[in-house]
């Protein structure tokens, strides 16, 4: 049957999309934004029910989907339209009955979001279909006609799965927020194992792959992990036993230890909780208890990123059914540090596949090297910030340096997890970490008033704790070292002997920095390596896409909006503008925006106007106008702070309160401070961890050299960015001249700028142009 166009002009495509395989927060985050985006572009979308079950049966499993449809799904969890194991789709009449169905339906492209599995099928079902449709003409099932029309299958796919498996990605849809499970039960346990000093073995998911236990470990801080890519030594139960001896003889009062499911030893002998649990029982004499978390951490909601990613990546899966040509190859959309990109599907399939196969030839570098830089970066930092006082890392003597450690600025999720990485890393190096307690102030604070001192040499189990604490444990300040005095500071300096200075903050941070790096024709003391690591829930800092603190912050705003759409939701006819921190950086507004799925956002970078409201008003009164009643998902607009200041929070909500003419309500709500979030996200604790050693490392090679030398070196003041699908050092001088909006606090380019037209597009925010 040719697809129906009722003589109207036949729309683009007919893009389908589906979920497969095991469910992963984020799941309804990617049909939703493929069901818009699809619509948007003029093309038709189909859901397909049941995974590839549905795909196989047809029929009513096979549903056109409508704008509204998929009204409110960023906030569920699960995928609502469903997933299933297939056993008839692993074979070839299965794949036959499914290629007429779609056939049926006129469908001419399918994004599949889903594990390494389903996008294996997706890979064999493309590479098959034109002998499918061969046989279907054969079979008289379809016309030589349909066969021509359809000779093509476009088929894109979206990684969901908690298990962070599949090559050539950083990020799979689901894992952040099944991280955010781990990390919230093991911060549970945390507290009954320290107040029984018990040890705790924990079980998390993962059979072929120990991302989530890795990730867990760092961000954790737990004291040994067991992955399957990376198997421990053969003689692991002593190296295991003495770790955790040296923890305990710090002072340590808990142990934890993560076990992935497919955890093994060099032969492949299985590591079982129970045989963890065994040997710190007998060996150590430790109350020992398992936990093993189980379903716990597939289920509920997605976290801020996960729902970014899904909505990003379901967009640019639309994109890119929309761009592909018969010969482009399948591809599959990937994240790489901060950029979504498209990679060949067959090729990330192959070396996801190669793992499994490493492992199990015994390959281990191999199977580490397959999972990519990223994952080698966080094991490796997981390895140097957690083993104490082991001799082959430590550095020879003469090389050795005073790093002490500031923060400036608000704080930030992630500062004290920074810290933490950095005190541990310096001290396993053989460094001595130094902590300055509340910012310059703090610093030029020194012998005067305080008792304990302010600049103070840091201990192991001082900071062993902080992974998971907000805030900032050593204090933070706003005030610049030109507000305490340039000299004071220099002298500080010079008294406490540093011979580097790692920032953790903010845009007040960068300007210290400036300020440190002018400075230093003047004062010699500042000719020593300075590395910045950007930490600030506004992400404002010039230099870096990412700052330690915002995911936290996306997270905690996300969690409000849900309750606030809650609550518009129940009383129906209601919108809320929520306003939202940032600073003159509408980054937080645009991309709470984007995971709470908002009817608008209002960014300071665009300001506010007449008209905009005029037409946003317009759109609400339709929207509402169209809803009888059928959905409940209510409705938000972000605000930036600092937006306008004509059009404040309160007084775009009473303007469209006044406009509604009594159709519907508007209310306004302000986060306030609650945007710092509680207990830093998982995101921010391991990437904190990862720059924060980055910082560490950079300022080592710096040991030995001369002032001069160090002056002469522009990257010896240096910020770490995320940019692009790089993790960079930018010099501060260049960052200062060249990518730097002073008047507004913020880089001159924003590359989250251009999610904003995302956000517009999946609300069906009026165009301009299309009210003029
Ligand atoms: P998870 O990561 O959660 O396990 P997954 O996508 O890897 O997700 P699988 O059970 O491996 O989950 O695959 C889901 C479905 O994809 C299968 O039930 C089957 O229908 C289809 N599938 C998997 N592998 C193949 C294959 N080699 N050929 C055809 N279809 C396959």
């Excluded at 060996?283 to 729902?307: E, F, M, P, S, W």
């Excluded at 994952?375 to 006082?389: G, K, L, R, S």
């Excluded at 012998?447 to 192991?460: L, M, T």
């Excluded at 210290?512 to 010699?524: G, I």
Aim: proline residues 4%.
């Amino acid at each position: 049957m040719a697809p129906i166009t009722n003589g109207a002009p036949a729309p683009k495509k007919r893009i389908a999309v589906m979920t497969s395989g095991g469910d992963s927060p984020g799941m309804n985050g990617s049909v939703r934004a493929v069901v818009r985006m699809a619509i948007d572009q003029g093309c038709e979308a189909y859901c397909v029910y049941e995974g590839y079950e549905g795909l196989v049966q047809g029929g009513d499993l096979i549903r056109q989907a409508q704008w509204e449809d998929v009204r409110g799904w960023l906030s569920e969890g699960g995928t609502l339209i469903g997933t299933a194991r297939c056993k008839a789709f692993t074979e070839r009449p299965g794949r036959l009955k499914a290629a007429k169905n779609m056939i049926d339906k006129g469908i001419n492209a399918l994004v599949i979001c889903g594990g390494d599995g389903s996008l294996t099928g997706a890979d064999k079902f493309r590479g098959e279909w034109p002998s499918l449709l061969e046989e279907l003409v054969k079979n008289g099932d379809i016309s030589t006609e349909q066969q021509k029309t359809f000779q093509y299958l476009n088929i894109v796919g979206l990684v969901g799965s908690i298990d962070n498996d599949f090559a050539d990605t950083d990020a799979t849809i689901g894992c952040y927020s099944s991280l955010g499970r781990i990390c919230e039960a093991v911060d549970y346990i945390d507290a009954t194992a320290f107040s029984h000093q018990r040890a705790f073995v924990i079980e998390v998911m993962g059979r072929h792959c120990g991302w989530l236990a890795l990730m867990a470990g760092v961000s954790t801080g737990a004291d040994f992990i067991f992955i399957p890519e990376s198997p421990p030594d053969r003689d692991w139960e002593d190296q295991m036993c003495d770790i955790i001896s040296k923890h305990r003889n710090l002072g340590k009062r808990k142990t934890i230890v993560i076990v992935a499911e497919g955890a093994h030893d060099l032969d492949l002998t299985r590591i079982s909780p129970n045989k963890v649990k065994d040997l710190l029982s007998t060996r150590l004499k430790l109350d020992t208890r398992i936990t093993t978390l189980g379903h716990v951490q597939r289920g509920g909601n997605a976290c801020a990123y996960d729902r970014q990613l899904s909505t990003l990546q379901g967009v640019e899966a639309v994109n890119a059914v929309l761009e592909a040509t018969p010969e482009t190859p399948s591809k599959f959309i990937a994240i790489i540090e901060n950029k979504i990109v498209r990679n060949p599907l067959i090729e990330a399939v192959k070396s996801t596949q190669e793992v499994a196969e490493a492992i199990k030839a015994k390959d281990f570098k191999r199977a580490l090297d397959l999972r990519g830089p990223e994952f080698a970066e966080y094991h490796q930092a997981y390895m140097m910030t957690t083993a104490t006082d082991q001799p082959a890392l430590r550095l020879p003597k003469q090389t050795h340096m005073n790093i002490a450690i500031i923060h400036v600025g608000a704080p930030a999720g992630g500062m004290n997890s920074a810290t933490r990485a950095a005190v541990a890393y310096c001290l396993s190096r053989g460094h001595t970490p130094i902590a300055i307690h509340n910012g310059f102030p703090g610093l030029v604070r020194h012998h005067a008033d305080e008792p304990v001192g302010s600049v103070r040499y840091v201990q192991w189990l001082d900071v062993e704790g902080w992974i998971s604490k907000g805030g900032s444990e050593i204090g933070t300040n706003r005030d610049l070292p030109s507000k305490v005095g340039m000299g004071e500071t220099a002298d500080c300096f010079n008294i406490y002997k540093f011979d580097a200075l790692f920032i953790i903050g903010g845009f007040e941070a960068f300007t210290a920095l400036s300020e440190l790096r002018k400075a230093r024709p003047d004062y010699p003391a500042f000719r020593i390596p300075m590395m910045l690591l950007p930490a600030t829930i506004s992400n404002n800092v010039p230099g870096t896409e990412y700052s330690v603190g915002s995911d936290t912050c996306l997270n905690a705003l996300t969690s409000y909006c849900d309750a606030i759409k809650q609550s518009a939701s129940a009383s129906r006819r209601r919108i809320f503008v929520v306003e939202t921190q940032g600073g003159k950086s509408g980054y937080i507004a645009t991309m709470g925006a984007l995971g709470i799925g908002a009817v608008a956002v209002y960014t300071p970078e665009e300001g506010i106007n007449l008209q905009m409201l005029g037409r946003d008003i317009e759109h609400l009164k339709q929207s509402f106008a169209k809803d009888k009643g059928q959905t409940r998902a209510g409705k938000l607009i972000l605000c930036n702070e600092h937006a306008s200041e004509t059009y404040t929070t309160e007084v775009v909500a009473s303007m469209i309160r006044e406009e509604s003419k009594g159709r519907f309500e508007s209310r306004f709500a302000i986060p306030g401070h609650v945007q710092q979030g509680g207990t830093p996200s998982p995101m921010d604790r391991v990437r904190a961890v990862r720059l924060a050693v980055k910082c560490i490392q950079a300022i080592e090679q710096y040991a030995g050299k001369s002032k001069e030398e160090i002056m002469e070196d522009d990257l010896s003041m240096a910020v770490i960015g995320v940019k692009g699908i790089s993790v960079v050092f930018g010099a501060m001088e260049r960052l200062e001249r060249e990518e730097t909006n002073w008047n507004h606090r913020r880089p001159k380019d924003e590359s989250w700028l251009q999610y904003k037209k995302t956000v517009d597009t999946l609300s069906g925010r009026p165009r301009p142009e299309d009210c003029c």
